[in-house]
């Protein structure tokens, strides 16, 4: 079982940076891949950006792609999503996840192919 707590959202206007943080517990965190979901009102939970257990390999959405850099310390048992170039259809709950059942390569995009999920956090860009 893993643990995961968000943290870092808030209310920024739009071009604005944000990063987010996302703590784990409960598993070795070098062990599994780590992804970013987030979700609007009325919408689907989308997928953001993945990364896999070194570090070493990342995937993104094309709607965020150039604009958001997912990154993960393992020694601090932490991954990132730092959000630059903020526009107002960021505006979402964004969710971390992790995938502990894949293998060491694979790139998990599908929500239903993570094992464990936080509580989400709050991000609100103002135009």
């Known amino acids: 079982q893993v643990q995961l707590v968000e943290s870092g959202g808030g209310l920024v206007q739009a071009g604005d940076s944000l990063r987010l943080s996302c703590a784990a517990s409960g598993r070795t965190f070098s062990t599994y891949a780590m992804g970013w979901f987030r979700q609007a009102p009325g919408k689907e939970r989308e997928f953001v950006a993945v990364i896999t257990r070194s570090g070493t390999n990342t995937y993104y959405s094309d709607s965020v792609k150039g604009r958001f850099t997912i990154s993960r310390d393992n020694a601090k048992n932490t991954v990132y999503l730092q959000m630059n170039s903020l526009k107002p259809e960021d505006t979402a709950v964004y969710y971390c996840?992790?995938?502990?059942?894949?293998?060491?390569?694979?790139?998990?995009?599908?929500?239903?192919?993570?094992?464990?999920w936080g509580q989400g956090t709050q991000v609100t860009v103002s135009s």
């Open positions: 996840a992790a995938d502990y059942t894949s293998n060491s390569y694979y790139m998990p995009k599908g929500r239903y192919e993570y094992d464990a």
